[in-house]
């Protein structure tokens, strides 16, 4: 039995990931290389980083779309470009203001989440930014299949679905030729896992040059075939007064639900930023201007499809399958460059807004065994297994879904960052966070605060209504109207419920002024000191704004 036990001893050993030594058992549990503050050596990330990375960012099939169902709906071209320029621009602003987190204190999400949620509480938000990223990175990836698809068929004609056996349900959703050139994808993208974050960056360098000029080429094809730039452009609006100017705010919406998941962890980035304003007017303006672009791209050629095909093809795949099947030899080459551009794209895009940010929630449910590194291949794993092509049997569903799921995010983004800017003033202990002891000033009550969850819940219930509405049942038009603006309905209520039971019921380790001490912190580790490892009672601790000592008492108020 004690063989046994030994030899499971050595597995578990081998099996656990770099940690700093000295770590308690709880501490185990919160932290390990990945989680810890980065390094002053590991912050390569300046602001031409974060400007290649979004710009690579924002170069994908589904920034290339996000336009043709606000035009479907009754918007003209400009009104859904205004729509995209808008909404990517509150974006930006909330993606700096989270990031603000990272790139100052030089902890990821999962971490930042503990200052607000509680140092356990905050593995519920965890759990579901994870979830959310496995099951993108396997609809990513699924595209980017479509990809290969046509850079195989642009070589050898034959590889033809409609030809080729099939071994699938007609009902299925995918064919033999379209899942084997998602999985040689999915294969070819299990390297990219393997770097770490601060070194990928040359990725989406490479991505931010090859990308952008692709679909300009695309573009500058589609308008020679097409011989002008199609009739969408000159398409008037087909709504009126209030039908419109709702269509007008449910454009923006998308666009802001299109990038939730990145609001919320753009931490897992930002803390490789060199300095904190590298983080800021590099995303601040690279976000609205790098979508837009992409946006006018994608309304352009479609545009022209209409003219070369007699209807508007909004996805450029298919357009290019369109290509390839009345193309000559060298537009099938043509098709293979820019299908290879895109793959390309898909496989940044999963990278930066999927594998790293599963990596890094995965990292922190389990650290003693996971990394950012093995996460990743675990949500790639996931993404293989989740069979994605069934979720794009159905768009309209798969987009409700997404919908309802960016009011999870909202609610849990209005806690961090009013928790962050309003409550504690931009002031952390780093160390605390890494503290799973009762008399931690994140602690709270059995680890979860019970402030923050109440807050998270209400930002839920203001849209519940409005989502039994968009799923086809009768409901006020109130709630339709509040469902309509759903991110900033959860992301407001959210926040203000937080702020208001801060205020009534007090939290400690906070800050009466503005106060951010990132740059001040040269200790990063976060072992107990060996007079305070075994601690008891309450929690003592200096009050940043006076220098004068407190403890903490049994509600988690500040007693002097």
């Known amino acids: 039995m004690a063989e046994k036990r ?111 949620f509680g140092i356990w509480g905050s593995l519920w938000p965890v759990l579901n930014r994870a979830a959310m990223a496995c099951i993108w990175y396997g609809v990513q990836a699924y595209i980017g299949g479509h990809c290969v698809y046509l ?35 999915w294969l070819c993208s299990l390297p990219a896992i393997w770097f770490p974050v601060h070194k990928i960056r040359h990725l989406f360098t490479v991505k931010a040059y090859f990308v952008p000029s692709a679909a300009i080429a695309f573009m500058i094809w589609a308008i020679v075939r097409a011989g002008d ?27 802001i639900a299109n990038f939730a998941t990145l609001i919320v962890n753009d931490p897992d980035f930002s803390r490789f930023a060199k300095k904190p304003k590298d983080a800021l007017w590099s995303q601040l303006f690279t976000i609205p201007m790098g979508f837009a672009v992409t946006s006018l791209i994608g309304i352009l050629v479609s545009s022209c499809s209409f003219s070369i095909y007699g209807e508007a093809v909004w996805d450029p795949l298919d357009l290019l399958e369109k290509f390839l099947d009345d193309g000559n030899s060298a537009e099938r080459f043509g098709v293979f460059v820019i299908s290879l551009a895109f793959s390309l794209a898909q496989l940044g895009t999963n990278i930066a807004a999927n594998s790293v940010s599963a990596g890094a929630d995965l990292t922190a449910l389990l650290p003693r065994y996971i990394n950012i590194r093995r996460g990743g291949y675990i949500c790639a794993a996931v993404g293989l297994a989740m069979n994605p092509w ?57 680890g979860i605060h019970w402030r923050a969850y109440a807050a998270y819940i209400a930002g839920i219930l203001i849209n519940v209504v409005g989502f039994a509405g968009a799923v086809g049942r009768e409901v006020p038009i109130g709630a339709t109207y509040i469902y309509n603006v759903n991110f900033f309905a959860g992301f407001l209520v959210a926040g203000a419920v937080y702020w208001l039971l801060c205020h009534f019921f007090p939290v400690p380790a906070v800050s009466e002024k503005w106060m951010e001490v990132g740059d001040e912190i040269e200790d990063l580790r976060v072992a107990y000191d060996s007079d305070s490892a075994t601690g008891s009672g309450h929690g003592i601790f200096v009050d940043p704004m006076v220098g004068k000592p407190y403890k903490l008492g049994a509600d988690d108020s500040k007693i002097v």
């Not at 056996?165 to 050139?181: I, R």
């Not at 928790?419 to 009550?445: N, S």
């Open 229 to 255: 730039i199609g009739p969408i452009i000159r398409q008037p609006s087909s709504k009126q007064g209030s039908e419109l100017a709702w269509e007008f705010v449910k454009g923006i919406m998308s666009s």
């Open 6 to 116: 030994s030899a499971v001893g050595r597995w578990s050993d081998r099996l656990a990931v770099e940690a700093e030594p000295g770590l308690t058992t709880a501490q185990l549990m919160l932290t390990n290389h990945d989680l810890k503050p980065v390094e002053p050596e590991r912050r390569t990330w300046g602001a031409w980083n974060f400007v290649g990375f979004w710009i690579a960012d924002s170069f994908n099939i589904n920034t290339w779309m996000i336009s043709s169902s606000m035009m479907v709906n009754g918007l003209s071209w400009w009104q859904s470009w205004l729509c995209v320029w808008i909404g990517y621009a509150i974006s930006g602003c909330f993606i700096c203001m989270t990031g603000r987190i990272g790139a100052t204190y030089h902890i990821g999400f999962p971490v930042a989440s503990r200052s607000s």
């Open 390 to 446: 069934t979720l794009l049997t159905d768009n309209n569903q798969f987009t409700t879904y997404l919908s309802a799921y960016s009011v999870f995010l909202s609610s849990i983004a209005g806690v961090m960052i009013f928790d962050y800017y309003t409550v504690r003033k931009g002031y952390l202990e780093v160390k605390e966070l890494y503290d799973g002891r009762k008399t931690g000033p994140y602690y709270f009550t059995w």
């Open 151 to 185: 850079m195989i068929r642009s070589i050898w004609k034959s590889w033809d679905r409609n030809t080729i056996h099939n071994t699938f349900p007609e009902n299925s959703g995918t064919t033999t030729a379209d899942f084997v050139s998602f999985f040689i994808f």
